[in-house]
């Protein structure tokens, strides 16, 4: 399984510098991550709701195999509210957990086909792709238009 090891200054604060060590997960694993916080209908089978902070928290906390010996990150620091992490830090982890267990455009637009707009909504959020203040909300990269080489 791959691994990716990274090195914090202080820019995150004190607390937070050292080395981490992340790993793949298992295709069992993200599956039952995805799962446990996922509600589905009875009837249907569609998704109803997703806690995607949660997926995402379960998803670094099962990729995280080393940290310093302080252990500055845990579950309930990634999933906390007041007592959390910085975001700028939080989206460092969730790229380099993305990046090793394969989560790409192609996977997140096959989510967003199967989510109605409130959930499809939340999840662009957590990804950074929509802001919250509902000021501008760039669109994902392979749905931009393409350059035309036609000049008039």
Same mark, same amino acid.
């Given at each position: ?131 919250? =203040?509902?000021?501008?909300?760039? =669109? ?8 035309? =080489?036609? =000049?008039?």
């Amino acid at each position: 399984m791959r691994k990716e090891r990274i090195e914090l200054d202080n820019r995150f604060g004190e607390q937070f510098a050292g080395s981490y060590t992340f790993q793949e997960i298992t295709w069992a694993k993200r599956s039952r991550i995805i799962q446990k916080h996922t509600k589905y209908h009875p009837m249907t089978g569609q998704v109803t709701n997703s806690d995607f902070v949660a997926i995402q928290a379960e998803t670094i906390w099962g990729s995280l195999r080393e940290q310093p010996e302080s252990k500055p990150i845990t579950l309930d620091r990634l999933l906390g509210d007041e007592e959390g992490i910085p975001i700028e830090l939080g989206e460092l982890l969730l790229n380099v957990v993305n990046k090793l267990n394969g989560m790409t455009h192609e996977d997140l637009r096959f989510l967003l086909e199967r989510l109605d707009e409130e959930s499809r909504t939340q999840l662009l959020q957590s990804f950074g792709f929509v802001k919250n =203040s509902g000021g501008l909300q760039p =669109s994902l990269p392979s749905s931009q238009p393409k350059p035309s =080489s036609n =000049s008039s």
